[in-house]
């Protein structure tokens, strides 16, 4: 197994800012549990693969070939954690692909990380292949939601577009989240359908409205102001996936 | 207006201790919007109100026999706050009240006030006006959980009791959120019913489990390993509202 070089040290530690990974297209996971994980998914393309030198054993035989080893010191250059792990991968994020048509989620400008955690964890289990985000979205491949997400990541395609040329694009039903729209329960959700959940604070932007074919509420019963996003998000999955 | 004394300021600052907000059976709010809330609600008895001496006129006039006004210094000294509000409240916790008989919602162990706080707004947007939970749930009268409740905690009786004694005395149908239970969309949900919910790693406790008269599950398309406690409550609150 070759040794890391200096300038390939340099150039992961440079991935620790946001608009370098976002350049690179590329995105950094941590810990054994995680990579082995992404490894086995093949949902993302393989970069880098960084094993400390005492730990090659881990890895998975298909894979020493393209693997680097680093010694402790090296490591903890390379971590962005304060107790760096034995393997660190870098892959590529993916891009999006237009002939995909199985239901899927669209996020307008989503700020918290924990939402997008939570959003994506259910994405995961009620089997949602696929989230594309406005540009303005939490970036859902920041270290902290990559490692929050307890490997949700690794299954879900995450593509961030401008959704003002996607929706149209896309010629899908969109079924946009409002707090006017018909009962969520009564609409009939398309296989090819585009979720679309809006911001926080602010809900879907008033330029994307127009391309929702069908907008969709959660009754209220009481007296709170609003649901949480990821709340939302998890009632109206639940109902698309109910006579699935 | 009487002026605060030293001593209601020393007892004051002391509820910034857990041990003795819980010892006094109490809560603090701060903040006009949330302290207005709160008095408006008439849901806890309020046990003192403080006011910056300038801004008395922000009072409902039935309250302004029993509030007491504070100096800038003092305010300082009053609240958790690094800045301080112009008012500031102190509410009694309400108490078990055995002739309640509306669906309910009872919590086992629920640890992370994230989550506290997003069902806290779920009870409230679903008219959930009852919470039960075990003594190790996480304080919802903690002052961030009351802040971040956006109102709902002045809406909500959460009361905190043994549920291994009260479930059994509530003589009512217990729904529990399990993994090989019932699909939650084919149970019919009784109007007395109790949901209970489980602690974000181990579900449910053991010694609870035989007190559940239905067990119900919300089935997994993907490959997500669980829910979120808050997004599953979502799920099954929207579900036990569906014909209401």
Redesign the interface.
């Known amino acids: 197994m070759e040794k890391i070089s200096k300038a390939r040290i340099k150039w992961i530690r440079s991935l620790q800012q946001k608009k370098v990974r976002e350049q690179e297209g590329v995105f950094v996971v941590e810990g054994e549990k995680m990579v082995l994980e992404g490894l086995a998914s093949k949902l993302h393309t393989l970069v880098a693969l960084l094993v400390h030198k005492d730990e090659v054993a881990i890895i998975p035989q298909e894979f020493r070939d393209v693997a680097l080893s680093a010694d402790t010191t090296e490591m903890e250059q390379l971590s962005g954690l304060k107790t760096p792990n034995k393997l660190l991968a870098v892959f590529k994020r993916p891009s999006l692909q237009s002939t995909y048509s199985s239901f899927e989620l669209a996020l307008d400008s989503v700020q918290d990380p924990?939402n997008m955690g939570?959003i994506l964890?259910?994405?995961?289990?009620?089997?949602?292949?696929r989230i594309v985000c406005s540009k303005e979205t939490v970036d859902c491949y920041n270290p902290k939601v990559v490692q929050a997400s307890?490997?949700?990541i690794f299954?879900i395609q995450v593509v961030y577009t401008d959704l003002l040329g996607y929706l149209p694009d896309a010629k899908r039903p969109v079924y946009g989240a409002l707090l006017n729209g018909e009962n969520y329960?009564t609409v009939s959700y398309k296989p090819d359908g585009i979720l679309l959940m809006g911001n926080e604070g602010n809900g879907i932007s008033e330029q994307l409205i127009p391309l929702i074919t069908q907008a969709v509420t959660?009754?209220?019963?009481?007296?709170?102001?609003?649901?949480?996003v990821?709340?939302?998000t998890?009632?109206l999955l639940?109902?698309v996936?109910?006579d699935?």
């Open positions: 924990g939570t964890r259910l994405a995961d289990w009620f089997g949602i292949n307890m490997g949700a299954r329960r959660i009754p209220r019963f009481g007296a709170a102001e609003s649901l949480n990821a709340t939302a998890a009632i639940a109902e996936r109910k699935d």
